[in-house]
């Protein structure tokens, strides 16, 4: 399986440190994940390896997801969270949602309810709409 590359910031977990209290921490860093028996393998790359295709940026609203998402669901929300102005297709669903999936899973230091926000938007648009 190839490597798909991001750029991430990472907390460095001191106290006190200002890169991480002042900015979104330190980097951005390459990162690499990987898609292994259904479960998201990530390494540290640092620099961007020559060659490497990195991923797509996903026109996700993060604090979107995050704030506004309380349990109740509906259809623009759905849309919103998701990254789609409209309804896409289901192969297109599917793709995105495998997209912020691993770029937010807990695993790689993702936020939880960012993740739980994506999962349930994208269950309540795989319904059968119409
Ligand atoms: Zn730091």
């Known amino acids: 399986m190839a490597w798909t590359y991001k750029l991430r910031y990472t907390k ?7 890169v991480c209290s002042d900015g979104p ?3 951005p860093y390459w ?21 490497a295709e ?17 349990g109740k669901m509906s259809f623009p929300v759905a849309l919103r969270i ?19 999936v691993s770029a937010h899973h807990p695993d790689i230091g993702g936020d939880t309810k960012v993740c739980s926000a994506i999962n349930a938007a994208y269950t309540f648009l795989k319904q059968p709409w119409g």
């Open 54 to 70: 990195f991923a797509k940026q996903t026109s996700y609203d993060e604090r979107y997801a995050r704030w506004e998402y309380h």
């Open 31 to 51: 990162y690499g994940y990987e898609h292994v028996g259904g479960r998201v393998r990530t390494k540290y790359f640092g620099k961007l390896p020559p060659g």
């Open 82 to 100: 998701m990254g789609f102005e409209n309804m896409p297709a289901r192969s297109a669903l599917i793709k995105r949602w495998r997209e912020l």
């Open 25 to 27: 921490a330190h980097g």
């Open 12 to 18: 460095c977990g001191k106290r006190g440190c200002n």
